[in-house]
């Protein structure tokens, strides 16, 4: 099915583990987008990416990183953990911008820091 | 800068009364308008958008929103809740379109519906 696939669902990490959240999407679209979800703070940007090999910051990107190498992935990778990023981090992707075409969202990763 | 209001973070309604859920923006220019939805462990869904065309915008699953500049809002309504509709409801902006627009999102209406 097309969409944006994103793995894993769930993750446990010790405070200064490092991961990688991988974000996947079979739609030939050029943004995608990084977001972290917190309970009474909506969605927050994190990273974006206009094509492969173009990365920018978003609002909150410190403690990850990024990369495009193609135009299907967009890994999101996580230095040295802390539980200030226990979160849910959901992976967007749009055609070439939010607005106007909006956005297909993954299901989401849920990531506990301890 | 812009920025999206949404008033009430959780709102309940019995099913078959109306819903209305409602959202203000702020945006120095005409903004991209748009309400997703969210159902327990789930993304976010779009329910609808506005991108300047018709005022009154109808979405999927008997949503609609109108934009209203004066009163700068951008409500999403449906005549009639169903059990179904239980579910987080966002509201977002961009001032910009294309590969510079960058959505803004409101902190979220939380959805119940009850018998």
């Known amino acids: 099915n097309a969409g944006v696939t994103q793995t894993p669902k769930f993750q446990v990490l010790k405070t200064g583990q490092s991961m990688t959240l991988q974000c996947a999407q079979d739609m030939n679209h050029e943004y995608m987008s990084w977001y972290r979800q917190d309970p009474g703070m909506g969605l927050r940007l994190i990273h974006y990416s206009v094509g492969a090999g173009i990365t920018d910051q978003g609002e909150v990107p410190n403690g990850y990183n990024v990369s495009r190498s193609t135009t299907e992935d967009f890994p999101l990778r996580l230095l040295s953990a802390a539980p200030s990023q226990t979160s849910v981090y959901f992976c967007?992707?749009?055609?070439?911008?939010?607005?106007?075409?909006?956005?297909?969202f993954g299901s989401g990763t849920r990531l506990t820091v301890v | 800068a812009q920025s999206v209001t949404q008033l009430g973070s959780h709102v309940s309604v019995s099913e078959g009364a109306l819903v209305l859920l409602r959202c203000n923006y702020s945006s120095s220019v005409p903004p991209y308008l748009f309400w997703y939805v969210q159902y327990p462990n789930q993304g976010l869904q779009l329910l609808l958008k506005?991108?300047?065309?018709?005022?009154l915008v109808k979405g999927i699953n008997g949503f609609e929103a109108e934009f209203k500049k004066s009163e700068t809002s951008f409500h999403l309504t449906k005549p009639s809740a169903h059990m179904s509709d239980a579910a987080e409801y966002f509201c977002?902006?961009?001032?910009?379109?294309?590969?510079?627009?960058?959505?803004?999102f409101g902190t979220g209406t939380r959805l119940q519906v009850t018998l």
């Open positions: 977002a902006v961009s001032d910009r379109a294309g590969t510079a627009s960058k959505l803004t």
């Open positions: 506005y991108t300047s065309a018709a005022t």
């Open positions: 967007a992707s749009s055609l070439s911008g939010p607005a106007p075409y909006g956005y297909t």
